[in-house]
C-alpha cells in the first residue's frame, strides 16, 4: 500500500529570513561559549569564584549556557512561526 506525502509541500518564501536569524543567533552563542572557553583556558583560577547561590563561576556560566540555548531555541521557534505566517499565507486565506 503506497502512500503519498502527508501535506502539499510549497516553496518557504521565509527561508532566507529564518536562515538569517539562525545565522546570527548561533553567532550570538559562539561568542558567549567562546567567552567561558577563553576564561577556561587564560583564567581558569576565575573558573573557582563564587558568584550567586554559592555556585563557582564554572558551574553558573555552564548552566547559564544551557538555559541560554533553551531559550534561544524556543525564540528561535518563534520568530520562524511568525516569519512562516507572515509569508507564506495565501492570498484570501487566514
Known amino acids: 500500500m503506497l502512500h503519498g506525502p502527508a501535506a502539499k509541500l510549497e516553496d518557504d518564501k521565509a527561508a532566507n529570513r529564518k536562515s538569517r536569524l539562525g ?4 553567532f550570538v552563542y559562539a561568542t ?3 567567552g567561558f572557553v577563553i576564561i577556561g583556558v587564560f583564567r581558569p583560577e576565575l ?17 547559564g549556557l544551557i538555559l541560554l540555548a533553551i531559550v534561544m531555541g524556543f ?7 511568525n ?6 499565507h495565501k492570498e484570501g486565506s487566514r
Request: hydrophobic fraction near 55%; charge should be positive; aromatic fraction near 16%.
Open 47 to 63: 573558573m573557582g569564584i563564587r558568584v550567586v547561590w554559592g555556585l563557582n563561576l564554572a558551574i553558573f556560566y555552564g548552566f
Open 75 to 81: 525564540l528561535s521557534h518563534l520568530a520562524c512561526s
Open 23 to 26: 545565522l546570527k543567533l548561533f
Open 32 to 34: 558567549i561559549y567562546a
Open 83 to 88: 516569519l512562516e505566517r507572515k509569508l507564506n
